[in-house]
């Protein structure tokens, strides 16, 4: 295995503070106690380039504790061959200290990550601002994938598990394990189910007129051991029979249903059903068509499943409770029908008000998911999709089921939910502008003053007397203040808002702030208070570190269980959402929402600014601690 030494990692260590702080979450989950270098996970990074690496957790025996990243297999072959193999190759390596040799550890308590690209001959250079990205993504998601199945990584043999993690910046960070189990899942990290006793030289059952064995074969001989409940082997069997009924009967024209996807094999969970179900030809469902010429037999079970099919319809479904690993409920977004649906696979991947598009069908006394698109939406982009549906159909109240079972309706609402899907992945593309409180576009700026008299003390004396200057220390014995400007000097107890910290060390001033307006504010303030003391040096911009909402998710995911952690977690978020309602908030243009929800529109607006933020708690993890908002909509009127 590559070789380093100590003194070549401390030179490529990072200045990332928060993929410092991202490794030490992984760090304290100690995953290398389970996981082991032979081990390799499949990882995707689509918006940053990564498609198809894979990482290992390095610490086993007498290795550095950490994490590596490799692009390709053939990297990480590289990697157990060593630097005396003969493969070429590269990756990045995130080996983690244990921080006695440096004051920084020293003074945190904490490890010391130390990040570099390693290439196969043991060579070592410093990362770049893109490599600290692409890893401080990497590891604050994997800190939740690991937490989440590490029991799996303790057997001999990693069972089959896909999941996708999302950062605060919207990246996609998508692992699979065992690596060349990938192929068995889709886009959501479900596993396609196989329809039983299907030949194979018979059609395939994803529609695409190939034989079964040139098409999906493979892939579910590898899934045959995935346990199936009786109402999917039932359905796989009508499958089959409609399929073979359909080549028949209309040759190539049912296979114009896939025409209002973009990808029909990227989408086939929902394709095929839909092809059979949904899809009209000559004013038909192929199921209709099935049932009406009666040229094929269904056994007792299979004509309960068909007539539970003829009953259901595609609408958009927001997800309004959950149970991993059991159960969801979910509410139809159009019609206003609730449904309670027995789903193990998808209970564990969606979020609170996540919306799917799917078909549920109420099947002897139990609710099933029988289709689902692979990419849910967040609850603005589903929000716009019920906007446009409503317009189709020109009903602003609950719409009939009946009118949701139309075909062509049903091609409208694929076809905008596509689109929409494309939209949610441009934005994630747009760098997100990030503002503070006074909306300055936020520039972490650096100013260095050198003290004229030399003497530390009567800076800092002189910086006492000013109002909203606070020292760290009383006795001002480390020289470290921040300096406050109050948002109501008249109100009692107000903190007002920090716009600056201050370091005196050694003869010199150094402040920081996070905009360049309030970093001219903070010197003309400085110069004023101090006239005669200071003079300016220079002024910097350290670059602003992408990874630190990434690292405050690895956090988040961790998810303390320590009963003192929880509780000051839980009264930070009932203080900071106990006046919520009364708070002018930008997206509401400056209105409260208490005032917003006068109006019809306004309570719309609110609505769905809970439901962003409801989705956002569950999906971040809610640090352990999920705040229920149930108290707020009744604050408000919303139920």
């Known amino acids: 295995m590559a070789e380093s030494s100590s003194g070549s990692r401390r030179r490529s260590q990072p200045s990332c503070g928060a993929l410092i702080e991202a490794a030490r979450a ?4 100690k995953p290398w106690e389970t996981a082991t270098v032979a081990q390799l996970i499949r990882m995707d990074i689509p918006d940053l380039g990564l498609v198809g690496a894979g990482v290992v957790v390095m610490g086993a025996g007498d290795e550095p504790c950490g994490f590596a990243i490799f692009p ?8 157990l061959a ?25 003074s945190a308590g904490s490890p010391v990550p130390v990040l570099s690209r390693v290439d196969g001959k043991g060579s070592r250079r410093a990362p770049s601002d893109q490599d600290t990205r692409l890893v401080g993504a990497a590891v604050s998601a994997f800190a939740s994938y690991f937490g989440k199945y590490r029991r799996l990584f303790a057997a001999d043999a990693i069972a089959p598990v896909c999941e996708s993690y999302f950062d605060r910046q919207g990246r996609e960070v998508r692992f699979c394990a065992p690596y060349e189990a990938h192929e068995d899942f889709d886009v959501t990290g479900a596993m396609a189910p196989r329809p039983a006793g299907i030949g194979r030289n018979d059609p395939c059952h994803c529609g695409s007129g190939r034989k079964y064995k040139h098409c999906h074969l493979r892939r579910d001989q590898q899934t045959d051991d995935v346990p199936q409940t009786d109402e999917g082997r039932v359905e796989n069997r009508l499958i089959k029979k409609l399929v073979a009924f359909a080549q028949d009967r209309f040759a190539g024209l049912w296979r114009r249903s896939g025409e209002v996807f973009l990808d029909d094999a990227a989408t086939a969970q929902l394709a095929i059903p839909w092809a059979l179900y949904g899809h009209e030809v000559d004013g038909h469902t192929v199921l209709d068509w099935y049932l009406r010429e009666g040229k094929g037999r269904l056994d007792k079970a299979e004509l309960e499943m068909a007539t539970a099919q003829l009953a259901a319809w595609l609408s958009v479904w927001e997800v309004v409770d959950v149970a991993p690993g059991e159960s969801l409920v979910l509410q139809d977004l159009l019609s206003g029908e609730a449904r309670r649906v027995r789903e193990k696979t998808a209970s564990r991947t969606l979020n609170l008000r996540d919306a799917i598009l799917a078909r549920v069908s109420d099947h002897d006394g139990t609710s099933l998911l029988n289709a689902v698109h692979p990419r849910p939406l967040l609850p603005d982009d589903a929000a716009e999709v019920v906007r446009l549906a409503r317009g189709r159909l020109r009903l602003k109240r609950a719409v009939p089921p009946g009118r949701l079972r139309d075909g062509a309706f049903g091609g409208f609402l694929i076809r905008t939910w596509e689109e929409q899907v494309e939209v949610m992945d441009q934005r994630r593309l747009i760098p997100p502008r990030m ?32 109002e909203g200057v606070v020292f760290d220390d009383p006795d001002r014995a480390e020289g470290n203040f921040a300096v406050l400007r109050s948002a109501d000097p008249g109100a009692a107890g107000d903190p007002g808002t920090v716009i600056g910290h201050g370091w005196i060390v050694d003869g010199y001033l150094t402040v920081g702030t996070n905009s360049v307006r309030r970093a001219d504010n903070l010197k003309s303030l400085l110069t004023a208070w101090c006239a005669g003391l200071l003079e300016h040096v220079s002024r910097e911009h350290p670059a602003m570190d992408v990874g630190e909402d990434a690292a405050r998710s690895a956090e988040q995911d961790l998810q303390p269980e320590d009963p003192i952690s929880l509780q000051v977690i839980r009264e930070f978020k009932e203080r900071h959402y106990a006046d919520w309602a009364d708070q002018p908030l930008p997206a509401l243009g400056g209105r409260t929402p208490r005032e ?28 352990g601690v999920l705040f229920d908002f149930a108290g707020i909509r009744r604050e408000l009127g919303l139920g």
Request: overall charge negative; aromatic content about 8%; hydrophobic content about 40%.
């Open 26 to 29: 992984f760090y304290a989950m």
């Open 72 to 79: 390709t297999p053939a990297d990480y072959e590289a990697f």
């Open 82 to 106: 060593g630097p005396l193999g003969d493969r070429a190759g590269e990756w990045w390596e995130l080996v983690i200290e244990s921080g006695a040799d440096t004051l920084a550890a020293r």
């Open 435 to 466: 503002s503070n409180t006074d909306g300055d576009v936020l520039l972490l700026t650096t100013d260095r003053f050198r003290i004229a008299s030399g003497d530390d003390k009567v800076l800092a004396q002189r910086l006492e007397a000013v």
């Open 596 to 623: 917003t929800v006068r109006t019809a529109q306004g309570r719309r607006e609110v609505d769905l600014l809970i439901k962003t933020m409801e989705n956002m708690e569950h999906r971040g993890g809610g640090s």
